[in-house]
Structure formats: structure tokens, C-alpha cells
């Protein structure tokens, strides 16, 4: 089965750090670009970061410049994304995808509809 795989989510105070990871099941992640999103109660998606295939680009949204980081591990067929600093409005669950339809030197956040591949989600809480 063609699969991705969230996991890493959990409850932190504010201030505190998650490391999320994607992992590709029944194949492999290294023809794809990667992003992560994430849907809050109430709000819409939003793309929070992205990685290209090479993994030599990177994009982030302004809300998360400078916390977050996004990294990719073609040998363990994984992506990771370290959080730090997390606020309450970063509570949301977290997906990853994967999508072909790009360059290899670009990624995207945007446009979901792009993606082949979309994870179950894991829930990120960030709460005192």
C-alpha cells in the first residue's frame, strides 16, 4: 500500500519543541517534493513548509520563518520538520505530501490538489 506517515505530534507548553516525520511506505520519496500543512478547528489549510527533491531548496510560510525547519533523508525515505518555538497558534494537525508535479529544483505549498500522496495527519498541541 502507497502510503505516508505522520508522526512526532504530542502537547507542548508554548516555547517548547516537536520534530515531526514523514515517512513513504510502498515507495519511494525521492522523486517527490514534499510539503507539510496543517488545518486548525475552524480554519482553513494552510502549507507550512516545503522541500524540492534535491532537498537544496526550502520554503517556509512567514508565520513559521525562523522555527520551523524542514529537512529530508532520501537513504531513510523520510522528512522531518523541527519546530521550535511553538506558539498556541500553531496547535493544528499536520500533514505531510508528496507530489511529483514539479521540478526537482522547486517545491510547493500551495494548490493541494497537486499532491499524490497525503498522510493521516498527527495532531500538534501547543497549550500551558
Known amino acids: 500500500q502507497l502510503q505516508l506517515v505522520e508522526s512526532g505530534g504530542g502537547l507542548v507548553q508554548p516555547g517548547g519543541s516537536l520534530r515531526l516525520s514523514c515517512a513513504a511506505s510502498?515507495?519511494?520519496?525521492?522523486?517527490?517534493?514534499i510539503a507539510w500543512f496543517r488545518q486548525a478547528p475552524g480554519k482553513e489549510r494552510e502549507g507550512v513548509s516545503c522541500i524540492s527533491v534535491t532537498g537544496g531548496i526550502t520554503n517556509y510560510a512567514t508565520s513559521v520563518q525562523g522555527r520551523f525547519t524542514i529537512s529530508r533523508d532520501n537513504a531513510k525515505n523520510t522528512v522531518a520538520l523541527q519546530m521550535n518555538s511553538l506558539e498556541p497558534e500553531d496547535t493544528a494537525i499536520y500533514y505531510c505530501a508528496a507530489t511529483r508535479w514539479v521540478v526537482r529544483t522547486r517545491c510547493v505549498m500551495t494548490t493541494p490538489s497537486i499532491f499524490d500522496y497525503w498522510g493521516q495527519g498527527t495532531q500538534v498541541t501547543v497549550s500551558s
Open positions: 510502498g515507495f519511494t520519496l525521492d522523486a517527490y517534493a
